[in-house]
């Protein structure tokens, strides 16, 4: 078991910065791969971003590439989103995911088999 906690999210000017933050605890995340995913109102959950254990391969969606980073610290058991010219679509509420299927970066959210909370974000225009 795996329990993640998103932090970091809140209200930001659009073209504004915010970085989430997913603190794990329960066992360590150091050979799992860590997405992001985000939930806007009436809509689907959508993919973001994920990252392999080693930080060696990362995907984006098309939609964040160039504005969004993810990285991840191991030592600390924390994987972060960082969130640069934020937009009005990218209000939602994030979500951190773990991956204990050994694949890789993946963009596919039945690959992902524990779930954080979210943290809302809020980009106002």
Not at 86 to 112: N, P, Q
């Amino acid at each position: 078991q795996v329990q993640l906690v998103e932090s970091g999210g809140g209200l930001v000017q659009a073209g504004g910065s915010l970085r989430l933050s997913c603190a794990a605890s329960g066992r360590s995340i150091s050979m799992y791969a860590m997405g992001w995913f985000r939930q806007a109102p009436g809509k689907e959950r959508e993919f973001v971003a994920a990252i392999s254990s080693s930080s060696s391969s990362i995907n984006y969606a098309d939609s964040v590439k160039g504005r969004f980073t993810i990285s991840r610290d191991n030592a600390k058991n924390t994987v972060y989103l960082q969130m640069h010219s934020l937009k009005s679509e990218d209000t939602a509420v994030y979500y951190c995911a773990a991956d204990f299927g050994l694949r890789g970066a993946s963009m596919v959210e039945t690959s992902y088999n524990y779930w954080g909370q979210g943290t809302q974000v809020t980009v106002s225009s």
